[in-house]
């Protein structure tokens, strides 16, 4: 079994940045793609961004892309999202996920293990 802890959530104003961190224990030589995903109150759980085992590839959904970054450190365990320019309707819960499949995926059904989440809060 995979175990995923998130860390980095908080309360930050409309322009701030966040880092989110992601750390596995257990079985992690069986992960390969790892990913962010975010839960909006009211709404379902979406793809935010993904990466593979090398951090060569990374995907983004579009209304990220320029503002987030996504990295991982395999020797650490760890996956991380750096958040800039951070803006109200990025605020979520945000849900770290990673599967031992080598093609990353960009849906819920493609990651097996997930963490608990962290939430983001961002004021206008």
């Known amino acids: 079994q995979v175990q995923l802890v998130e860390s980095g959530g908080g309360l930050v104003q409309a322009g701030g940045s966040l880092r989110l961190s992601c750390a596995g224990s257990?079985?992690?030589?069986?992960?390969?793609?790892m990913g962010w995903f975010r839960q909006a109150p009211g709404q379902e759980r979406a793809f935010v961004a993904a990466?593979?085992?090398?951090?060569?590839?990374?995907y983004y959904t579009d209304s990220v892309k320029g503002r987030f970054t996504i990295s991982r450190d395999n020797a650490k365990n760890t996956v991380y999202l750096q958040m800039n320019s951070l803006k109200p309707e990025d605020t979520a819960v945000y849900y770290c996920a990673a599967d031992s499949g080598t093609v990353v995926g960009l849906e819920e059904y493609d990651y097996n293990y997930w963490g608990q989440g962290t939430q983001v809060t961002v004021s206008s």
């Open positions: 257990g079985l992690t030589f069986s992960i390969d793609a």
């Open positions: 990466t593979n085992w090398r951090g060569s590839n990374t």
